[in-house]
């Protein structure tokens, strides 16, 4: 018997809905389904099992007594069971490393607390599940068809959870892992039915899977698994093992502290696989739309030979679909940031031919599965999702894993792209980046520390310290992120550094910067001007009245609903309306400062250089006065000065008119009045025609300070 606290409700938290529970339902399911069963007949093959001259991690035939209590066992017999459930419940051949089986021996001895870092896909699981069933007392129904195994969570019925006790309460209960979570854990019943289950010397092993979630230094602190650490009071003499692949040296330290770990043996390996490709592509300075690039490289991954040499055979493995001529294998998980991204992202890959899913939160518990299945099946080619899809899912012909934008954290990304190439073969992980994307995570990033820089202030001491603690986890863990998509350097190694690897050389062919430098550096050179230029178009569209939020939030009305809808996934939507007045007007106060420190400075280095004036194509207005306005025979006299002196003019043509011409009043019939009106007309036009100056009939012109038409110009 073991207790393996997952990490629960990660993926709901992550999306934070409503519908988290049946998310976790499904995830533990996954855990216990990937866990357990391994239907295939046994299969007799030789096992190469490295020895080691690590005393702790080896055995010696000599040995005996391992456990306690009167679970004694020689440690021939030990050796002899491992060896066989390695062949006959799982199925493997050798070990994955050296460190695995290492560690899978010390665990197996039971006499020291286990600390396991090691990379995403290295086979932790193994680790804690060989030794589980070894020390189980019938080693015949391990040949069976499953390893008995349950998980007890908010999601079950009080009589499936009744079940799962009645069992746990048997003289010799045939489950041999209970999946349980931090939060359940944490529970006073829960506390006293493992105590319970220590004192009837059934409890052989405390396992806590994803244990950065113990720290405030993890990408993902829980505060419930703090809690954790009390079960050490409840069943002392237990061993403890905690794994993970996403620790550092300061988070690794903090585990060991939260959990109370004594006596630990530590198995630790760098962050490296070899089998990983990692590159970075800028969104905006793509040769094609980015949807286009994405869904090429997509066949690209995924497509292994032209369907013309496969025309006469057919294509039998059903794990293969065809795609135009091309023969598409494995598998694609497209991380975006929202379930409208998700869904968009979706019918734009079917429409490029690619079978693909959507998966999210907003989806019921059924179509979730549904999709999963048809994933996991091969039935469709990629899945676009949301972080929540991939929690406990092994599977290990995952071709591609894109972000369609980064992560919040270095950490989280290592993660989520680690879900690739589980079979060891070649696989990509790619991000796709641009200046939008970096300010919506920065937003995204700033209401979380936010909201905790107001919890640190409400408590005090140590608690106000962890606070702080984890506001700078999570700057450091975007820091480094954005370092990671910004920086010319092996991808690897960003990697390898943040997680304090001891190893940090180049990778030297498995990422974009080491396979071509140059290019990746000028790709970032065009990134890097591409800021600026986002900012002074804005500032022209600013100066035109014609602001709208695109250029905040990347493409477009549609795209701020898209963003509104992620905002909205992790927060709450009053805090998504405040957040994008501030964003904005941060925005706009930050462009406008640049605008006139280029104006004061005159400076001709720097952003953007020097501030030119466009030249625009003068037009005339509809209702031009400037009679011949095509004329250009005046240097420097544009179009718009001649409309506006033209217009004065005119005015003071219009004033002495009025004053000087007062017809009207002098005739009492209307036929009078048109008759002298036809009559001045006809006098002023053929004045005018023969160039001549026409005067009126009243003296007063000079003396009111009219002045002649021609003197006016
Ligand atoms: N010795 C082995 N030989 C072959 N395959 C193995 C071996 N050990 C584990 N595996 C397989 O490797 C895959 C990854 O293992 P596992 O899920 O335990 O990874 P992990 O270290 O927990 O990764 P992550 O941290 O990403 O969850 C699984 O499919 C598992 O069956």
């Given at each position: 018997m073991e207790v393996v606290t997952l990490e629960s409700d990660e993926e709901e938290k992550k999306e934070q809905k409503s519908s988290w529970s049946d998310i976790f339902s499904r995830k533990t399911e996954v855990q216990a389904q990937k866990k357990v069963t391994k239907k295939e007949p046994p299969v007799k093959k030789e096992v190469s099992l490295e020895s080691t001259s690590s005393s702790s991690s080896s055995f010696s035939e000599n040995e005996v007594a391992i456990g306690t209590g009167k679970a004694l066992v020689k440690s021939s017999e030990i050796i002899e069971r491992r060896d066989k459930v390695f062949v006959e419940v799982f199925h493997h051949k050798k070990y994955k490393s050296k460190l695995q089986m290492r560690a899978i021996n010390c665990i197996l001895k039971r006499q020291c607390d286990v600390y396991v870092s090691l990379p995403t896909g290295a086979g932790k699981s193994l680790c804690y599940q060989l030794p589980a069933i070894v020390h189980g007392d019938q080693i015949s129904s391990l040949r069976s068809k499953g390893i008995p195994c349950e998980t007890l969570n908010s999601t079950l019925t009080a009589a499936e959870k009744s079940n799962i006790m009645r069992e746990l309460n048997c003289v010799a209960p045939k489950i041999r892992m209970l999946y349980i979570t931090a939060e359940g854990a944490a529970t006073d019943s829960m506390k006293k039915f493992l105590a319970d289950l220590n004192k009837r010397e059934l409890l052989r092993y405390i396992i806590i899977d994803e244990a950065h979630c113990v720290t405030h230094w993890g990408h993902d602190f829980r505060p419930d698994y703090l809690s954790l650490g009390k079960l050490r009071d409840?069943?002392?003499?237990?061993?403890?093992?905690?794994?993970?692949?996403?620790?550092?040296?300061k988070a690794q330290d903090d585990i060991v502290f939260q959990l109370k770990?004594?006596?630990?043996?530590?198995f630790k390996a760098g962050t490296y696989r070899d089998n990983l490709y990692y590159d970075v592509c800028m969104r905006d300075h793509l040769s094609t739309a980015p949807e286009n690039h994405l869904a090429a490289f997509i066949t690209k991954c995924l497509s292994v030979v032209d369907k013309k040499n496969d025309d006469k055979g057919g294509i039998k493995d059903k794990n293969v679909r065809t795609q135009n001529k091309k023969i598409l294998t494995g598998s694609a998980i497209v991380y975006c940031?929202?379930?409208?991204?998700?869904?968009?992202m979706a019918l734009t890959l079917n429409k490029a031919g690619i079978t693909c899913l959507a998966y999210h939160a907003g989806l019921g518990k059924k179509d979730r599965n549904d999709v999963q299945d048809k994933w996991m099946s091969n039935e469709v080619a990629v899945v676009t999702a949301t972080v929540a899809f991939g929690m406990g899912i092994d599977k290990p012909d995952v071709r591609l894993v894109v972000h369609w934008s980064p992560s919040q954290n270095l950490a989280g990304y290592y993660q989520e792209a680690g879900r690739a190439g589980r079979d060891g073969k070649r696989s990509y992980c790619r991000i796709y980046y641009s200046n939008s994307d970096?300010?919506?995570?920065?937003?995204?990033?700033?209401?979380?520390?936010?909201?905790l820089r107001e919890k640190a202030k409400k408590k005090n001491g140590t608690e106000s310290e962890k606070a702080e603690l984890q506001i700078k986890a999570i700057q450091t863990g975007l820091a480094k992120m954005i370092e990671y998509c910004e920086s010319a350097q092996c991808r690897h190694v960003s990697i390898a550094k943040f997680f304090d690897d001891s190893d940090c050389r180049p990778c030297e062919t498995n990422c974009d910067y080491c396979r071509n430098p140059k290019d990746t550096e000028k790709k970032l050179q065009d990134f890097e001007w591409g800021k600026d230029k986002k900012a002074n178009a804005y500032m022209n569209r600013w100066k035109n009245n014609d602001v709208d939020t695109d250029d905040l939030y990347g493409g477009g009305k549609c795209s701020l609903a898209k963003d509104e809808d992620m905002w909205k996934e992790s927060a709450s939507s009053s805090t998504v309306k405040d957040r994008c007045e501030t964003e904005e007007s941060q925005r706009l106060r930050s462009v406008l400062k640049n605008e006139f420190a280029k104006r004061r400075s005159n400076n001709s280095e720097g952003f953007g250089g020097p501030v030119k004036r466009t030249k625009v194509e003068e037009k005339p207005a509809e209702d031009v006065s400037v009679i011949n306005f095509e004329l250009k025979t005046i240097p420097n006299v544009t179009l718009e000065t001649r409309e506006s002196l033209t217009r004065q003019f005119i005015k003071a043509l219009q004033r002495k008119l009025d004053h000087q011409f007062a017809l009207y009043g002098s005739c009492k019939t209307a036929m009078t009045y048109r008759m002298k009106c036809s009559h001045k007309v006809a006098e002023i036009k053929k004045k005018t025609k023969n160039f001549e100056i026409f005067e009126f009939e009243n003296t007063a012109i000079e003396q009111s300070g009219f002045s002649k038409a021609s003197n006016l110009i």
């Open positions: 409840i069943c002392p003499g237990v061993p403890w093992i905690a794994l993970t692949a996403t620790a550092n040296t770990m004594r006596n630990v043996e530590s940031r929202s379930r409208n991204e998700c869904e968009q970096k300010n919506a995570l920065n937003f995204l990033v700033s209401g979380d520390l936010a909201k």
